[in-house]
């Protein structure tokens, strides 16, 4: 099983302001690495898959890069409904999760 | 509308079961392999179970392995997630998952249900 380790597990950002979060990769996962966004009561959304391919309606602040086993999203500016639990997750063997990262507004 | 709609949860003991279906609607199911995720309470998305588009291959978690199955039937577009054995664990909301691409068994997910609660307690 591959582990998925992101971090930190909460992040505070000023609205405007850059975030990146970080996940790491228990073993290479080539560029099988997608990332979700998930606010109380919802079902999770895709922002990002291929490591940095956008989903469809996804705005252009929200980007992804790294490779192997170290990845980043980063979200160029915060806007109010950006405040949410993060997950990346890889699919270069069976799916697998990291714990998430809560952005929260500082 | 691509549309994916979960049923069949509920507040079960522990050791028994219960079986969840997901209807599909808006796409071409039949092309896809599909996959159930949970999250449960105060933690993250694990991945529990897919099936092949065609339905004969499957996976499971290890967590579930031997304790669920998963089943589809393409001319209802619907799937299923029959699960024996529940454990106090297993309390999670549960999801059916389509992913961005057809064909394959593990890729990221891009149509989600909104997802069906299993509560599993004495």
């Known amino acids: 099983e591959i582990v998925m380790t992101q971090s930190p597990a909460t992040l505070s950002v000023s609205p405007g302001e850059r975030a990146t979060l970080s996940c790491r990769a228990s073993?290479?996962?080539?560029?099988?690495l997608a990332w979700y966004q998930q606010t109380p009561g919802q079902a999770p959304r895709l922002l990002i898959y291929g490591v940095s391919t956008r989903a469809t309606g996804i705005p252009a602040r929200f980007s992804g890069s790294g490779s192997r086993t170290e990845f980043t999203l980063t979200i160029s500016s915060l806007q109010s409904e950006d405040f949410a639990v993060y997950y990346c997750q890889q699919y270069n063997n069976w799916p697998s999760f990291g714990q998430g990262t809560r952005l929260e507004i500082k | 509308e691509v549309q994916l709609v979960e049923s069949g949860g509920g507040l079960v003991q522990p050791g028994g079961s219960l079986r969840l279906s997901c209807a599909a609607s808006?796409?071409?199911?039949?092309?896809?392999?599909m996959s159930w995720v949970r999250r449960a309470p105060g933690k993250g998305l694990e991945w529990v179970s897919a099936?092949?588009?065609?339905?004969?291959?499957?996976q499971f978690a290890d967590s579930v392995q031997g304790r669920f199955t998963i089943s589809r039937d393409n001319s209802k577009n619907t799937l299923d997630l029959q699960m024996n054995s529940l454990r106090v664990e297993d309390t999670a909301v549960y999801y059916c998952?389509?992913?961005?691409?057809?064909?394959?068994?593990?890729?990221?997910?891009?149509?989600w249900g909104q997802g069906t609660m299993v509560t599993v307690s004495s």
């Open positions: 808006g796409f071409t199911f039949s092309n896809y392999a």
């Open positions: 099936i092949s588009a065609g339905g004969a291959g499957s």
């Open positions: 998952a389509r992913p961005v691409v057809t064909a394959t068994l593990s890729y990221a997910f891009d149509i």
């Open positions: 073993q290479s996962v080539s560029s099988n």
